[in-house]
T-cell receptor, first 113, second 116 residues
Framework: AQSVTQLDSQVPVFEEAPVELRCNYSSSVSVYLFWYVQYPNQGLQLLLK??????LVKGINGFEAEFNKSQTSFHLRKPSVHISDTAEYFCAVRSGGSYIPTFGRGTSLIVHP | KAGVTQTPRYLIKTRGQQVTLSCSPI?????VSWYQQTPGQGLQFLFE???????NKGNFPGRFSGRQFSNSRSEMNVSTLELGDSALYLCASSVGISSGSVNEQFFGPGTRLTVL
């Protein structure tokens, strides 16, 4: 079985500050990992994905994430956030034998001016 | 390539009515999944269709049903609506051929259903 825990339901941060959104997963087999962003009244948009290979994954809008197999984590980072990054962020895991990803509960990133 | 489209975007119904939502996947994608998103429960998986067959199912009552057509377009139906069915319903499409491949999902904008 696969599961995802997003450790923070809400992360407030000031503009131009760095941010890290935490995600831990559990799975008994190899995994694919994803981060999605959702702006108000919109669907989910893929930010980045980890398939295999390099553990540091770069995505759109300046975001990156690091896969840590020993800690079963896939934390999302951005060195300097903008007001426009205010949104809901979802971590998702899909095991190699499954067609359907499991999503975390989401982290609301709130960027203050 | 056009993205995933969902119609309608907004819907208001009353308790006891039934509703049908539509989803058109990205061209070439054969898998369509449906999710219910609410503030309290987050994203919950409803079901997935692949080549007109339901391949995976979440833990929802039988009032929630779906189908997929030969052109991969999908519909979901909710009968006997309850207040708790108010939610954003998201559709996602993927290639869906092999569970061993990346098979990332692409989401539509959702249908906001309000049950009064």
């Amino acid at each position: 079985a696969q599961s995802v825990t997003q450790l923070d339901s809400q992360v407030p941060v000031f503009e131009e500050a760095p941010v890290e959104l935490r995600c831990n997963y559990s799975s008994s087999v190899s995994v694919y990992l994803f981060w999605y962003v959702q702006y108000p009244n919109q669907g989910l948009q893929l930010l980045l994905k980890y398939l295999s290979g390099s553990t540091l994954v770069k995505g759109i809008n300046g975001f990156e994430a690091e896969f840590n197999k020993s800690q079963t984590s896939f934390h999302l980072r951005k060195p300097s956030v903008h007001i426009s990054d205010t949104a809901e962020y979802f971590c998702a895991v899909r095991s190699g034998g499954s067609y359907i990803p499991t999503f975390g509960r989401g982290t609301s990133l709130i960027v203050h001016p | 390539k056009a993205g995933v489209t969902q119609t309608p975007r907004y819907l208001i119904k009353t308790r006891g009515q039934q509703v049908t939502l539509s989803c058109s996947p990205i061209s070439g994608h054969r898998s369509v999944s449906w999710y219910q998103q609410t503030p309290g429960q987050g994203l919950q998986f409803l079901f997935e269709y692949f080549s007109e067959t339901q391949r995976n199912k979440g833990n929802f009552p039988g009032r929630f049903s779906g189908r997929q057509f030969s052109n991969s377009r999908s519909e979901m139906n909710v009968s006997t609506l309850e207040l708790g069915d108010s939610a954003l319903y998201l559709c996602a499409s993927s290639v869906g051929i092999s569970s061993g491949s990346v098979n990332e999902q692409f989401f539509g904008p959702g249908t906001r259903l309000t049950v009064l």
